[in-house]
């Protein structure tokens, strides 16, 4: 079986999440004998020197079976390109490489249509589709985040979205979700990562049967097993320092202990990128960090090491007790939170969404109402002073998936079943019928 | 002894002046050399005064000049001149101010090198000035514009305008007469009457301010435009060619994307190859991303599209009439670019009206529309006649204006009384569906109406007086009102121009059978 794997980004070239996953499966299926995965990753102008003159797709390093996309004209209000030339050259890719499947780990720097383009060039093809968030539903970066309220949001509506942007009118919100149904039709299964996504796309109007849970997985290095200590006061944050992720909840919740003269705590703050965050969230951060800088080096409390590299990950983790994930989206998986289990470490995390389906109050980790500084202050102070509290939710942390286990989870989706070969048959539409007769 | 001699003897210099001070005024201004001079020349022949007269009956005016004659130096008005423009296929706009207040303008003339054009004082738009207001502390409607079409090239050069007054006074301005675009002059002059400040309800009066004539002018200007626009357009196919059994024609202006949100969902409909897409673009600055899209559509969704780019705005009469030229099967659907199919299988459904109905129920027929929000839009249009008070009369009256409306706009969407097939007095054009020999016997859509509106009612009632009312069939799409194109000044200004021609061309018809909702025409009674 040939699988192409059409993905967001090279990790290689630009790190996050839903390419990290797209890559893990390209090696994870390279271990199976029976497939052969191709790899079609895109890149953009944050890294212009791989353009080549008047290529459209081109190899990527010297390695085999991985190609770059090299996205041009790219829509982000309609995720789409407006180039004829890239629609042209995926399709003859497509052509060239016949694979049996297409899984697209996402549409953005290709564009939503190239689903349907699939499916009219390989209708027997198996088109799949995984949702790393809900950007199909929600144009404000698909993380279903109200913006003027910073509550969650369960429902997308022309006017709802027109509320969050309201440089948009709502028809063109209607017209969004019609436009993207329209090639999801094109899709013969959606994946997601969280079962809790399940509800809010099959609430939109996916249909049910196409929809399929299919865990994340990362292989990592082998971790460090945390030492006795007597004390659990040491927390890590890791992740991109951008608005949805939360980082200010957490420096409030510091400002919150300190101001009541707990201070028997150590935090520290990996990751960067927070240039993406929003101006407000940025000088926030800044603030802090700056302020925090000026105290004499005992008094400290956080410590900021920037970006970091995965391989990095079991050291920095050494160094930490509690993984804290303050997200304020719904947080389709976390891929944190499974490198924070693999190192042995408990999460105080966000009630919702993938992290309250993935983290169980109590058992495996701590969970705090969704922005609620206090409360995460109360339940890092709690972390810190409970005894036994530390080794009770270490022992109760299960090995996240392997890769492996995604593999073959996503290999049960690209088998299917007989009903979904009829069902494709019996989908495509006349106009399809017609060029594929013509072709 | 002669008049002229005896009073010549009589004469006395200061008397005169003084009992004729429009004289004095005049020698000191150096008109004359004295009052004697005056008298001879003209004060003998009108009669002047040359002594006071001997009796006076007391607390009385006494009229000293014939009736009708009205005598004393003419005072020029205060005028100004803002803007005399011509454009190469002979539109002349003109606009200005003029202190008409107690002496109406009587005309406007222009005196070029090689071309003169009068302007009727009643023929011209007369508008507020709040500056010109502020500046004479009095509301009047000072300003006016006016439009001519010379329908031949126009020269430019050194312009000079009279005002003339009914009193025969006169004002004199020179000034350089501007050339500009054809397509910029029609900009500018429906642009003035969308920002015009007319004198009462705006709705009545810049229709009344351009009926005399500048309506009629625009009109037949704007009809050379677009001639002219559509007469060899840009087109490019994208896809096969073949035989087809319906195309859509879709007129775009300003919004590309369009072209592909519509190709994404009419392509999902089964059926739809056997159509074909023309797309004809009245705004040039979008024609490489409709050309790119079509060229993206016809690879990822397999449709069959041509793309036509008029060489300037056609308007929606003239676009959709080139687009129609260009089909290749005998069912025109008439399309707005923000229309799509509500329901699966609405080609199936549409082929079935044209196969299985009566051939008069499908020569010309409408559909269902609704709008995003869920409720119905559209369901038929009927007529409405406004009337504007006639205050001097104390009763309505005044000449009216007609109105298009819709039935069943904002209702639920399952209304049933308003989804069953049916006569209708006529559909939008937002989607429309009709026989190509049809469409063609009735000589396509009038090509009059600036940039678009109307030309569906006008459509609609030219079948209906060729003896084949249209008819509503319930093949439901989406129709976002409004959202299809951008709208701009000049667009309120053809509204204005369409309003007046529309009324102009079927007031009578309208009136005898086929006002409101329920006409009284049998074929449209429930």
Redesign the interface.
Same mark, same amino acid.
């Given at each position: 079986m040939k699988v192409l794997l059409v993905s967001l980004y090279h990790p290689e070239l630009v790190r996050g999440g839903a390419q990290t996953v797209a890559y893990e499966l390209f090696r994870g299926l390279r271990e199976l004998p029976e497939i052969e995965p191709v790899l079609l990753a895109s890149a953009d102008q944050t890294t212009p020197a791989l353009f080549k003159s008047g290529a459209r797709i081109t190899g990527f390093d010297g390695r085999e079976n991985e190609f770059l996309f090299l996205a041009q004209e790219y829509d982000h209000g309609?995720e789409?390109s407006?180039?004829?030339l890239l629609?042209?050259a995926f +399709?003859d890719f497509l052509r060239l490489i016949a694979p049996d499947v297409v899984h697209f780990h996402h549409f953005m720097t290709f564009g939503i249509?190239?689903l349907?383009?699939a499916r009219?060039v390989l209708p027997a093809a198996r088109i799949v589709f995984t949702a790393h968030e809900f950007l199909t539903i929600c144009a404000a970066d698909g993380h279903m985040l109200r913006r003027h309220e910073k509550a969650l949001c369960g429902k997308a509506s022309?006017v709802r979205c027109h509320q969050c942007l309201p440089e948009r009118?709502? +028809?063109q919100f209607?017209?969004r979700e019609?436009?993207m149904k329209?090639?999801l039709?094109a899709v013969d299964a959606v994946t997601v990562p969280s079962r809790f996504m399940i509800r809010l796309l099959a609430d939109w109007g996916l249909a049910g049967p196409k929809l399929t849970h299919v865990t994340n997985a990362l292989a990592m290095p082998p971790a460090k097993p945390a030492p006795a200590r007597a004390r659990r006061n040491r927390f890590g944050f890791f992740g991109q320092l951008v608005d949805v992720k939360g980082l200010q909840i957490l420096l409030r919740a510091v400002s919150l202990l300190r101001a009541e003269g707990f201070l028997d705590f150590r935090l520290e703050i990996n990751g960067g990128n927070l240039n993406f965050a929003s101006e407000e969230c940025r000088g926030e951060i800044e603030a802090f960090l700056a302020e925090e800088q000026k105290r004499p080096a005992a008094k400290r409390l956080v410590q900021f090491n920037g970006g970091y590299h995965q391989d990095q990950l079991p050291a920095l983790m050494a160094r930490i007790d509690w993984c804290v994930v303050p997200s304020l989206w719904w947080e389709a998986f976390c891929l944190v939170l499974s490198e924070a289990w693999h190192c042995g470490r408990p999460a105080i995390a966000t009630d919702a969404g993938g992290l309250a389906e993935r983290v169980t109050d109590g058992k495996d980790g701590l969970l705090f109402p969704r922005g609620d500084e206090r409360a995460l202050a109360e339940t890092m102070k709690r972390a810190c002073t409970e005894a036994g509290l530390w080794d009770s939710l270490a022992a109760g942390i299960k090995e996240p998936a392997r890769r492996e286990e995604m593999a073959q989870g996503y290999l049960r989706v690209y088998r299917g079943g007989k009903a979904d070969a009829k069902r494709r048959k019996e989908s495509a539409?006349?106009?399809?019928?017609?060029?594929a007769k013509?072709l | 002894m002669e008049p002229a001699a005896r009073d010549t003897v009589r004469f006395d210099e200061e008397t005169y002046l003084r009992l004729n001070p429009d004289v004095r005024l005049a020698v000191a201004a150096g008109i004359f050399r004295s009052g004697l001079e005056h008298f001879q020349r003209y004060g003998g022949p009108e009669g002047r005064l040359l002594a006071r007269p001997e009796r006076l009956a007391p607390d009385r005016v006494v009229f000293t000049a014939p009736p009708g004659v009205r005598r004393g130096t003419l005072k020029p008005p205060a005028c100004a001149i803002d803007m005399v423009k011509f454009s190469p296929a002979g539109g002349v706009f003109l606009h200005g101010w003029v202190d008409d207040e107690l002496d109406r303008l009587e005309s406007v003339d222009l005196y070029l090198p090689n071309w003169l054009a009068a302007f009727d004082g009643a023929s011209l738009a007369r508008l507020r000035r709040p500056d010109v207001e502020e500046a004479m502390g009095c509301r009047h409607a000072y300003g006016f514009f006016g439009f001519l079409f010379a329908a031949r090239g126009l020269t430019g050069g050194a312009c000079s305008v009279v005002l003339r007054m009914k009193s025969g006074a006169e004002a004199h301005v020179l000034l350089a007469a501007e050339p500009v675009g054809d397509e910029a002059l029609r900009e500018l002059a429906l642009g003035c009457i969308a920002g015009a400040q007319f004198p009462g309800n705006p709705y009545f009066d810049s229709v009344a301010a351009i009926a005399p004539m500048i309506g009629g002018q625009l009109v037949k200007f704007n009809n050379l435009l677009s001639r002219r626009a559509v007469s060899a357009p840009y087109v490019e196919r994208f896809g096969a060619r073949g035989r087809y059994r319906a195309s859509l024609i879709v007129c775009l202006y300003g919004r590309p994307e369009y072209v592909f949100l519509q190709a994404a969902m009419f392509s999902a409909q089964a059926g739809i190859g056997d159509y074909e897409f023309i797309y004809v673009v009245n705004s040039f600055w979008i024609a490489e991303m409709v050309l790119k899209e079509a060229r993206r559509a016809a690879r990822i969704y397999g449709l069959d599209i041509t793309v036509m780019v008029p060489a300037g705005n056609a308007g929606f009469g003239a676009a959709n009439n080139a687009g129609a030229e260009h089909a290749a099967s005998d069912r025109l659907l008439i399309v707005n670019p923000d229309v799509f199919p509500r329901t699966d299988g609405w080609v199936a459904a549409h082929d079935a009206v044209v196969a299985q109905r009566p051939e008069g129920e499908a020569r010309m027929f409408g559909a269902p529309l609704y709008y995003d929000d869920g409720s119905l839009m559209h369901a038929g249009m009927y007529f409405e006649l406004d009337r504007m008070p006639e205050l001097a009369g104390g009763a309505v009256g005044g000449a009216g204006l007609l109105r298009v409306e819709h039935y069943g706009k904002g209702a639920p969407p399952e209304t049933a009384a308003l989804l069953r097939r049916r006569r209708v007095p006529a559909v939008t054009g937002a989607f429309m569906s009709t026989s190509r020999p049809w469409f063609e016997s009735l000589g396509g859509f009038a090509q009059d109406y600036i940039f678009g509106h109307y030309e569906d009612a006008d459509l609609c009632l030219r079948s209906l007086a060729a003896g084949c009312p249209v008819w509503l069939h319930d093949l439901r799409l989406w129709h976002l009102e409004g959202k299809g194109g951008v709208r701009a000044p000049q667009h309120e200004g053809a509204a204005v121009v369409n309003r007046w021609l529309f009324t102009e061309s079927w007031k009578e018809t309208v009136q005898n059978g086929l006002l409101g909702p329920v006409p009284g025409r049998e074929e449209f009674r429930p």
């Amino acid at each position: 079986m040939k699988v192409l794997l059409v993905s967001l980004y090279h990790p290689e070239l630009v790190r996050g999440g839903a390419q990290t996953v797209a890559y893990e499966l390209f090696r994870g299926l390279r271990e199976l004998p029976e497939i052969e995965p191709v790899l079609l990753a895109s890149a953009d102008q944050t890294t212009p020197a791989l353009f080549k003159s008047g290529a459209r797709i081109t190899g990527f390093d010297g390695r085999e079976n991985e190609f770059l996309f090299l996205a041009q004209e790219y829509d982000h209000g309609w995720e789409k390109s407006g180039s004829a030339l890239l629609a042209e050259a995926f +399709e003859d890719f497509l052509r060239l490489i016949a694979p049996d499947v297409v899984h697209f780990h996402h549409f953005m720097t290709f564009g939503i249509d190239f689903l349907t383009l699939a499916r009219r060039v390989l209708p027997a093809a198996r088109i799949v589709f995984t949702a790393h968030e809900f950007l199909t539903i929600c144009a404000a970066d698909g993380h279903m985040l109200r913006r003027h309220e910073k509550a969650l949001c369960g429902k997308a509506s022309p006017v709802r979205c027109h509320q969050c942007l309201p440089e948009r009118p709502p +028809e063109q919100f209607f017209l969004r979700e019609m436009w993207m149904k329209r090639h999801l039709q094109a899709v013969d299964a959606v994946t997601v990562p969280s079962r809790f996504m399940i509800r809010l796309l099959a609430d939109w109007g996916l249909a049910g049967p196409k929809l399929t849970h299919v865990t994340n997985a990362l292989a990592m290095p082998p971790a460090k097993p945390a030492p006795a200590r007597a004390r659990r006061n040491r927390f890590g944050f890791f992740g991109q320092l951008v608005d949805v992720k939360g980082l200010q909840i957490l420096l409030r919740a510091v400002s919150l202990l300190r101001a009541e003269g707990f201070l028997d705590f150590r935090l520290e703050i990996n990751g960067g990128n927070l240039n993406f965050a929003s101006e407000e969230c940025r000088g926030e951060i800044e603030a802090f960090l700056a302020e925090e800088q000026k105290r004499p080096a005992a008094k400290r409390l956080v410590q900021f090491n920037g970006g970091y590299h995965q391989d990095q990950l079991p050291a920095l983790m050494a160094r930490i007790d509690w993984c804290v994930v303050p997200s304020l989206w719904w947080e389709a998986f976390c891929l944190v939170l499974s490198e924070a289990w693999h190192c042995g470490r408990p999460a105080i995390a966000t009630d919702a969404g993938g992290l309250a389906e993935r983290v169980t109050d109590g058992k495996d980790g701590l969970l705090f109402p969704r922005g609620d500084e206090r409360a995460l202050a109360e339940t890092m102070k709690r972390a810190c002073t409970e005894a036994g509290l530390w080794d009770s939710l270490a022992a109760g942390i299960k090995e996240p998936a392997r890769r492996e286990e995604m593999a073959q989870g996503y290999l049960r989706v690209y088998r299917g079943g007989k009903a979904d070969a009829k069902r494709r048959k019996e989908s495509a539409t006349f106009c399809e019928q017609k060029v594929a007769k013509k072709l | 002894m002669e008049p002229a001699a005896r009073d010549t003897v009589r004469f006395d210099e200061e008397t005169y002046l003084r009992l004729n001070p429009d004289v004095r005024l005049a020698v000191a201004a150096g008109i004359f050399r004295s009052g004697l001079e005056h008298f001879q020349r003209y004060g003998g022949p009108e009669g002047r005064l040359l002594a006071r007269p001997e009796r006076l009956a007391p607390d009385r005016v006494v009229f000293t000049a014939p009736p009708g004659v009205r005598r004393g130096t003419l005072k020029p008005p205060a005028c100004a001149i803002d803007m005399v423009k011509f454009s190469p296929a002979g539109g002349v706009f003109l606009h200005g101010w003029v202190d008409d207040e107690l002496d109406r303008l009587e005309s406007v003339d222009l005196y070029l090198p090689n071309w003169l054009a009068a302007f009727d004082g009643a023929s011209l738009a007369r508008l507020r000035r709040p500056d010109v207001e502020e500046a004479m502390g009095c509301r009047h409607a000072y300003g006016f514009f006016g439009f001519l079409f010379a329908a031949r090239g126009l020269t430019g050069g050194a312009c000079s305008v009279v005002l003339r007054m009914k009193s025969g006074a006169e004002a004199h301005v020179l000034l350089a007469a501007e050339p500009v675009g054809d397509e910029a002059l029609r900009e500018l002059a429906l642009g003035c009457i969308a920002g015009a400040q007319f004198p009462g309800n705006p709705y009545f009066d810049s229709v009344a301010a351009i009926a005399p004539m500048i309506g009629g002018q625009l009109v037949k200007f704007n009809n050379l435009l677009s001639r002219r626009a559509v007469s060899a357009p840009y087109v490019e196919r994208f896809g096969a060619r073949g035989r087809y059994r319906a195309s859509l024609i879709v007129c775009l202006y300003g919004r590309p994307e369009y072209v592909f949100l519509q190709a994404a969902m009419f392509s999902a409909q089964a059926g739809i190859g056997d159509y074909e897409f023309i797309y004809v673009v009245n705004s040039f600055w979008i024609a490489e991303m409709v050309l790119k899209e079509a060229r993206r559509a016809a690879r990822i969704y397999g449709l069959d599209i041509t793309v036509m780019v008029p060489a300037g705005n056609a308007g929606f009469g003239a676009a959709n009439n080139a687009g129609a030229e260009h089909a290749a099967s005998d069912r025109l659907l008439i399309v707005n670019p923000d229309v799509f199919p509500r329901t699966d299988g609405w080609v199936a459904a549409h082929d079935a009206v044209v196969a299985q109905r009566p051939e008069g129920e499908a020569r010309m027929f409408g559909a269902p529309l609704y709008y995003d929000d869920g409720s119905l839009m559209h369901a038929g249009m009927y007529f409405e006649l406004d009337r504007m008070p006639e205050l001097a009369g104390g009763a309505v009256g005044g000449a009216g204006l007609l109105r298009v409306e819709h039935y069943g706009k904002g209702a639920p969407p399952e209304t049933a009384a308003l989804l069953r097939r049916r006569r209708v007095p006529a559909v939008t054009g937002a989607f429309m569906s009709t026989s190509r020999p049809w469409f063609e016997s009735l000589g396509g859509f009038a090509q009059d109406y600036i940039f678009g509106h109307y030309e569906d009612a006008d459509l609609c009632l030219r079948s209906l007086a060729a003896g084949c009312p249209v008819w509503l069939h319930d093949l439901r799409l989406w129709h976002l009102e409004g959202k299809g194109g951008v709208r701009a000044p000049q667009h309120e200004g053809a509204a204005v121009v369409n309003r007046w021609l529309f009324t102009e061309s079927w007031k009578e018809t309208v009136q005898n059978g086929l006002l409101g909702p329920v006409p009284g025409r049998e074929e449209f009674r429930p």
